[in-house]
């Protein structure tokens, strides 16, 4: 099993910054991708910026040119720095990783495992 533990959200003021991280534990896997959804009440679950492991990202429109999403691949870590926040950034933000498992004599599978959520609330 994998587990997937973020950290970092809370409470900013519009133009502020936040900074969130997100660790994945577990024994005999291998990370593929991580990155990170939000959502907010009434809306749909989008994703929001992904690293994979050969150091590629992606980000959604909304977040070009203000987030940031870096990775320790050691540590199976990303971190996702969020400048200039906005009002509509308010949502829960999941980490997400797609792993490979490996296990002895058996088939590798790949899956995906999420973090618990946390709060990002953009007010003055």
């Known amino acids: 099993q994998v587990q997937v533990v973020e950290s970092g959200g809370g409470l900013v003021q519009p133009g502020g910054s936040l900074r969130l991280s997100c660790a994945a534990s577990?024994?005999?896997?291998?990370?593929?991708?991580m990155g990170w959804y939000r959502q907010a009440p009434g809306n749909e679950r989008e994703l929001v910026a992904v690293?994979?492991?050969?150091?590629?990202?992606n980000y959604a429109d909304s977040a070009k040119g203000r987030f940031t999403i870096s990775g320790d691949n050691a540590k199976n870590m990303v971190l996702l720095q969020m400048n200039s926040l906005e009002s509509e950034d308010t949502a829960v933000y999941y980490c997400?990783?797609?792993?490979?498992?490996?296990?002895?004599?058996?088939?590798?599978?790949?899956?995906?495992?999420w973090g618990q959520g946390t709060q990002v609330t953009v007010s003055s």
């Open positions: 997400y990783a797609d792993v490979t498992i490996s296990r002895p004599e058996r088939p590798s599978y790949e899956s995906r495992y």
């Open positions: 577990g024994s005999t896997f291998s990370i593929n991708a």
């Open positions: 690293m994979r492991k050969d150091g590629s990202t």
